[in-house]
């Protein structure tokens, strides 16, 4: 008696249900492998041991403790604080008194009010190949102390290195003649590229001036001899 054999066609069916299978299974293997342990954001067990012993230490030590707890902050001022390492929740703290706790919190003070920065006097190139220096004066302030503190490492450093490069790339697109006659759209072309480029850090930008626009001592010479040229020509058409 001939042995029976499965024909291709019978075990098509088969074999295919059984490689899918096989493939999902292996597929969510090697995704559960790949894919990390989710953790939850929050303390861990070490931190609340510690924030625990220190509340306790407090409770101990009081009425002593009172003075490393208690802090105060001024009305033009905010406090941001930091529980072992973590942004707490809440916002800045202020103005006047907050609570910390000792050896777990860590604080930073910042102060809201406006600031100027006179910007060096700044050589530069205008669109009609004249040297000039141009200085001006930023009036900022920080309107989001978390930012300051958490987004960038100066503040106040940056803004005004910002500011700098700032007044040199607006003004090299312009004439000599546009500087010295549009201050007033310069100036806010500058607030709304530094506005732009500060809000990321806390920081808002209220005011710029353009100061003062020197060119050099031949170009004033220059510029003598032809407004005096234009003043004797007007003289004699109206002699």
Not at 31 to 38: F, H, L, T, W
Not at 73 to 84: C, K, M, T
Not at 197 to 220: A, H, N, S
Request: hydrophobic share 45%; aromatic share 8%.
């Amino acid at each position: 008696m001939s042995p029976k054999y499965l024909t291709f066609g019978s075990l098509t069916p088969l074999t295919l249900a059984f490689d899918e299978e096989n493939h999902k299974m292996g597929s969510s293997k090697n995704k559960n492998s790949q894919d990390p342990i989710a953790c939850e954001e929050g303390p861990g067990v070490c931190a609340l041991a510690l924030t625990i012993f220190s509340l306790i230490l407090i409770i101990v030590t009081l009425p002593l403790s009172l003075f490393f707890v208690v802090k105060v902050v001024q009305e033009y001022e905010r406090a941001v604080i930091f529980r072992l390492g973590r942004l707490l929740t809440g916002g800045a703290r202020g103005p006047g008194v907050f609570f910390v706790i000792p050896c777990v919190d860590v604080y930073e003070k910042i102060d809201m009010r406006s600031q100027t920065f006179e910007i060096p006097p700044q050589e530069i190139l205008t669109k009609d190949s004249v040297t000039v220096f141009v200085n001006a004066i930023m009036y900022y302030k920080v309107a989001n102390a978390i930012h300051a503190v958490a987004n960038v490492d100066d503040y106040s450093g940056s803004a005004r290195l910002l500011a700098a490069t700032t007044l040199r790339n607006v003004l090299g697109t312009l004439t000599l003649g546009d500087i010295l006659c549009q201050r007033e759209s310069i100036a806010k072309e500058m607030k709304e590229t530094l506005d732009e480029g500060t809000e990321p850090w806390g920081v808002m930008v209220e005011r710029v001036e353009v100061k003062d626009v020197r060119v050099p001592e031949q170009l004033q010479r220059a510029m003598a001899a032809e407004a005096e040229a234009a003043r004797e020509a007007r003289a004699k058409v109206i002699a």
